[in-house]
Structure formats: structure tokens, C-alpha cells
Nanobody, 123 residues
Framework: QVQPVESGGGSVQAGDSLRLSCTISGYIDSGYGVAWFRQAPGKKREGVAYIDKDGITNYAESVKGRFTISKDNAKNILYLQMNSLKPEDTAIYYC?????????????????WGQGTQVTVSS
């Protein structure tokens, strides 16, 4: 069973940066992709960024140019570098893993989720 665990959230001011980490235990085969999702109060959980085993990435339009997803394959750690943070980035951020197939931002694709880490951006 693949089990992600997030860390690195916190409270920052607009324009600041944070780097989230997700340590993924368990075996991830070649068919898996990993992603960051976020959920703000009163909103649906939405895809933020995705990376597959080949290093191909996808981003939500709202974070392109500001966020970068990367991974350390040797340590099984997924990262999300978040720059130029905005108040609208405030949310609980989740790490998820799932097999390939379908849209990367489709929640139903993922069967392994972390507990989430809170990111709060003040103006």
C-alpha cells in the first residue's frame, strides 16, 4: 500500500515562498503518478500539480509559473515549491498517488492520500 505523508505547511505573507514535502512509503510501480491537491474552506478539492514516473508534469493554470513539482526518486520524496504565494493559495494541501489513466486532476484516479498540511497566506 502506498502511503503519502505531507509536511512543510505554515503561515506566510503574500509574496513569500514555501516548500512542501511528501514522503511516500510503499512500492510505487511504473504506472503510478503523484500529485498535489488543495482544498480551501467551502471549495472542492482541486488538482495543483502532477508528475509521472517519466518526469512529465502538469499544473493548474492558477499556479503555473509560481509552483514547481519535483521528486527525489532515491528518497521517495515529492516536493512542491511554492513561490509568489497569494491569499487565494490558502488551503489544506494533500499529496496523492495513483495509477496512470484519465485526467491527472481527477480525484477518483488516486487511491492513496496523505493527511494534508495547512498553508495560510495573509495579505
Amino acid at each position: 500500500q502506498v502511503q503519502p505523508v505531507e509536511s512543510g505547511g505554515g503561515s506566510v505573507q503574500a509574496g513569500d515562498s514555501l516548500r512542501l514535502s511528501c514522503t511516500i512509503s510503499g512500492y510505487i510501480d511504473s504506472g503510478y503518478g503523484v500529485a498535489w491537491f488543495r482544498q480551501a474552506p467551502g471549495k472542492k478539492r482541486e488538482g495543483v500539480a502532477y508528475i509521472d514516473k517519466d518526469g512529465i508534469t502538469n499544473y493548474a493554470e492558477s499556479v503555473k509559473g509560481r509552483f514547481t513539482i519535483s521528486k527525489d526518486n532515491a528518497k521517495n520524496i515529492l516536493y512542491l515549491q511554492m513561490n509568489s504565494l497569494k491569499p487565494e493559495d490558502t488551503a489544506i494541501y494533500y499529496c496523492a498517488a495513483g495509477r496512470s489513466g484519465g485526467a491527472w486532476y481527477d480525484l477518483s484516479r488516486y487511491d492513496s492520500w496523505g493527511q494534508g498540511t495547512q498553508v495560510t497566506v495573509s495579505s
